[in-house]
């Protein structure tokens, strides 16, 4: 790509950067109803900081149940994506037609609209967050100042992560009546499994090694055990490398869904 092409595309994702966001601010009510329903998180700490009022729960008391369901709320707005919803959607009533004659590639269109919402969706998360840690005295972080920068990448990891399982079952559109409806399945898991309801470190024995190695933790768990200071160097250092095979895992399975559906979807003349 020449210097003439990189500085146009530049100029027209950040032209796309600030429609999503136009788009966002316009939609902000229906934003602000997405950031209550992703809330879990703060009832499952009301739930075991009561249930360890009288003594830890594995290696969890009250101030680490706080620190751990505040965390997993922060991480589950910064890492959320809606990118199947709406790729479902344009798939199913030709949309997507429109998308694939524009001179920027759809996968980009539907990464930059969703990230633009990010910084609106943290600013109506954050009155809900700030409440949470006045009412529980504030929580407790990383005290290794090196492990708590990674959390950054974690978080960025477990967004892209979120976006490109989305994107692979969102593909299924190109074959199924309604793929959002399968994805439904997959975060049935995701709640159950990633450490959203509970930290997955206190699911029994060989269960809890089983659930840490799944895409799951590494979209949730993994960085909000970073973030607070649960994990050694060397933890850290396996759940990175769990992050990046799934990624490729996931990105392989998009990719190819992708190019498949597009060649199924040209078929019919769409």
């Known amino acids: 790509m020449s210097e003439r092409e990189r500085v146009g595309l530049g100029r027209k994702l950040a032209a796309m950067w600030r429609l999503g966001f136009a788009e966002a601010t316009a939609y902000r009510a229906s934003l602000l109803v997405w950031v209550l329903t992703t809330s879990m998180p703060l009832i499952s700490l009301v739930l075991w900081r009561s249930l360890a009022e009288d003594g830890p729960i594995g290696d969890y008391d009250q101030r680490g149940f706080d620190s751990y369901f505040v965390a997993a709320f922060l991480v589950r707005q910064l890492g959320s994506s809606w990118v199947v919803w709406d790729l479902d959607r344009q798939i199913r009533t030709g949309d997507l037609s429109t998308l694939l004659l524009r001179p920027i590639h759809p996968i980009y269109h539907h990464a930059i609209l969703n990230l633009s919402a990010l910084p609106l969706r943290t600013l109506l998360a954050a009155p809900v967050g700030l409440a949470v840690l006045i009412a529980t005295r504030g929580i407790t972080l990383a005290e290794d100042l090196v492990l708590l920068a990674l959390a950054?990448?974690?978080?960025?990891?477990?967004w892209l992560l979120n976006f490109l399982t989305q994107?692979?079952?969102?593909?299924?559109?190109?074959?199924?009546?309604?793929?959002?409806?399968?994805y439904n399945v997959w975060l049935g898991a995701y709640i159950v499994l990633a450490g959203y309801l509970v930290p997955t470190s206190l699911f029994p024995g060989g269960l809890a090694e089983l659930v840490r190695v799944l895409p799951f933790h590494?979209?949730?768990?993994?960085?909000?055990?970073?973030?607070?200071?649960?994990l050694s160097p060397a933890e850290a250092a396996a759940g990175f490398g769990l992050q990046a095979a799934w990624?490729?895992?996931?990105?392989?399975?998009?990719?190819?869904?992708?190019r498949r559906g597009l060649r199924a979807y040209g078929a019919f003349g769409a």
Request: glycine share 8%; aromatic share 8%; with cysteine.
């Open 152 to 158: 950054i990448p974690a978080i960025m990891h477990a």
């Open 218 to 230: 590494a979209a949730l768990g993994f960085p909000v055990e970073l973030l607070v200071g649960r």
């Open 247 to 258: 990624l490729a895992v996931m990105g392989a399975l998009a990719a190819v869904a992708w």
């Open 167 to 182: 994107l692979a079952i969102g593909c299924l559109a190109f074959w199924l009546t309604s793929a959002s409806a399968l």
